[in-house]
């Protein structure tokens, strides 16, 4: 079972990225999926979560009407389009999969994480 995120980079304030998440392995239609960040010196965050059977969106107040979080099942893909990025969005994104949950607990399984640098 592996996770695998990119996309990651450096971006200007008010830009946009998308991040991607490949799952092997399992198939992640059956999975909920999510997105968690961690910036240097704090504590790892939820991001957003899609669930499995719904694909219902969830996300955290601090990036609510910014991200957006989408699945492709049938490509085994989860993505992560950022836009409107500010620099306290600088972080290394990590996608995991498991329970649609804020609490990295849910989740069974976590890529490497890529990461998002937010800079003029």
């Known amino acids: 079972v592996q996770l695998q995120a990119s996309g990651g980079g450096l971006v200007q304030p008010g830009g946009s990225l998308r991040l991607s998440c490949a799952a092997s392995g399992f198939t992640s239609d059956y999975s909920a999926s999510g997105w968690f960040r961690q910036a240097p010196g704090k504590e790892r965050e939820w991001v957003s979560c899609i669930s499995s059977s719904d694909a219902h969106t969830y996300y955290a107040d601090s990036v609510k009407d910014r991200f957006t979080i989408s699945r492709e099942n049938a490509k085994n893909m989860v993505y992560l389009q950022m836009n409107s990025l500010k620099p306290e969005d600088t972080a290394v994104y990590y996608c995991?999969?498991?329970?649609?949950?804020?609490?990295?607990?849910?989740?069974?399984?976590w890529g490497q994480g890529t990461l998002v640098t937010v800079s003029s």
């Open positions: 995991a999969a498991g329970s649609c949950d804020s609490d990295y607990e849910g989740y069974d399984y």
